[in-house]
């Protein structure tokens, strides 16, 4: 991204703010697993070189690796998307009850309208459930002045501390105030089982102190700064945090708001004096009604969802619509729609191809192959989360028995399989499984931006690491069989599938080529010659460089990365080219 720096201040993405946030505050370690869109603000931690910043396989493991830090004396972070915060929920919760001994931050960046995401879960709901604090900035200057505060916060009530994006302050950018980092040491372990070791006798204690600390957090915030009242119309009032302050504002400038920076716990008695001073309240907050419930509970009347609903993110045009019935204007014409495909070059492609022409059922995980799902290709039968291709499969098998299940695949990435695939693998080598399960190893993890992980050889800093060889790991969790397919032949993976399916026991195959996104080097279209019967075959590739226009078959050599899929399903040699890996 191109900064625009002006003396010290810079132009700046919130997520960096995050990171420069952090640094400022003297983080030691971050660890993270990437997830858009949160992907960003490990990757620009990494650009300080004194801040140890690693992928972790999953975001159970990155938190576990930064309470770690913490214990050690060191500041630390750990960043994941909204639903990382389930894998990582295990640690979260008892990290609240044994506290930190420096500094632990955890960045969230939910995905309200599911940009890019399988749902709309309110990570609000999780800083409630465990009991631990969450600020909530509207610009990139407060998500670096949270962060630091967060960092504070932690050490001052012994608690991780939540700070939360959502997908428009995550991506979005506003001036920042740059501060020297905080030269600090480390802060001395202390050994103490009785608050670190929570086993039932100490976390039956650990849950009463826990109680005490958000008493003592809701008492407090009633003057923390990042809260504030804006008084305006004594006509109406608005209670929001986040993007919608922004909303807000441009909506409805004459209206009195009640800014919150901390979003739990809510400074309720302030919140109430505020309610006291318009004749009419709105709380007005993306996905579930978290503050306002919390108001009706105190008995402070206000209207909220009942206006503005419970789904999809909401805009200054929603707002005003909802409220004002003021619609949006309208474009003169519809646009058509854009879907999204798999980049011209994919090696997913080729492999889905194959699966929908065997017309197997298939099911499927999270990364770019999710787009397999959609027309032509329509390869694709379930998502529903990360890793869970291969215990769906292995339930599927049982509860139809293998001749029932010969017909059915399971299809994960190479990253996606690192993160939570493994241990499903494992699951079904021991409860004795008879599953085919697609590893597509196009060496990177694709979807959020191409980040390294445990098996590309590359540290987030691109220095050299240690790489999982995926087919020794595969075998080593007991897998009966174990093929290495090209994923740009589609002859030698149709192969490779049907053999499989003839087999008793797990049977993986690796199909294997790199992202062609990750490839630097310069290659000649292929084209179409007078061969060409106009059959369609091609089309059903879904590559976005072939078209069908006024009946005429093209490629489009702008678009073109010279993969040879085309030229491989082709009956009639009517498309001409050389394969850029040939």
Known sequence: MSKQQINSHELMMANAAVARGAYEAGVSVVSSYPGTPSTEITEYAAAYGSVHTEWAPNEKVALEVAYGASLAGGRAMSCMKHVGVNVAADPLFTASYTGVNAGLVIAVADDPGMHSSQNEQDSRCYAKAAHIPMLEPSDSAEAKDYTALAFELSERYDTPVFVRLTTRIAHSQSIVKLNPPLSRGLRAYVKDAAKYVSVPANARKMHVKVEVRMK???????????????????????????????????????????????????PLNSIEKFAAKVERLLVIEELEPVIEDALKARGIACEGKEIFGLQGEYSVSRIRASLLGKQAPQPAHELPARPPVLCAGCPHRGIFYVLARQKLTVLGDIGCYS??????????????????????????????????????????????????????????????????????????????????????????????????????????????????????????????????????????????????????????????????????????????????????????????????????????????GERFCD
């Open 371 to 576: 787009l397999g799902a959609g027309a032509p290709l329509s390869s694709m039968d379930t998502i529903l989360c990360m890793g869970a291709s291969v215990g769906m499969a292995h339930g599927w098998e049982k509860a139809q028995g293998r001749e029932g299940s010969r017909g059915t695949v399971a299809v994960i990435g190479d990253s996606t399989f690192m993160h939570s695939g493994i241990t499903g693998l494992i699951n079904a080598v021991y409860n004795k499984s008879n599953i085919t399960l697609l590893i597509l190893d196009n060496s990177t993890t694709g979807m959020t931006g191409h980040q390294q992980n445990p098996a590309t050889g590359k540290s987030i800093k691109g220095e050299n690491a240690p790489a999982i060889d995926l087919e020794t790991l595969c075998r080593a969790c007991g897998a009966f069989s174990v093929r290495i397919a090209d994923a740009y032949s589609t002859k030698e993976c149709d192969s490779a599938i049907k053999a499989a399916l003839t087999e008793d026991g797990v049977s993986v195959i690796i199909v294997r080529r790199a992202c062609r996104l990750l490839e630097k080097g310069v290659s000649n279209p292929f084209e179409i010659n007078d061969l060409c019967k106009k059959c369609g075959a091609c089309l059903k590739l879904g590559c976005p460089a072939i078209r069908y226009v006024d009946g005429v078959m093209s490629i489009d050599g702008a678009l073109c990365n010279a993969c040879g899929l085309c030229a491989g399903v082709c009956k009639f040699h009517a498309i001409e």
């Open 216 to 266: 003592r957090l809701s008492a407090d915030c009633e003057s923390f700064e990042l809260n504030r009242q804006e008084l305006r119309s004594d006509k109406l009032g608005v209670v929001c945090a986040g993007a919608i302050y922004q909303y807000v504002r441009e909506a409805l400038p004459d209206a009195s708001v009640f800014k919150l920076g901390m979003v739990h716990p809510l």
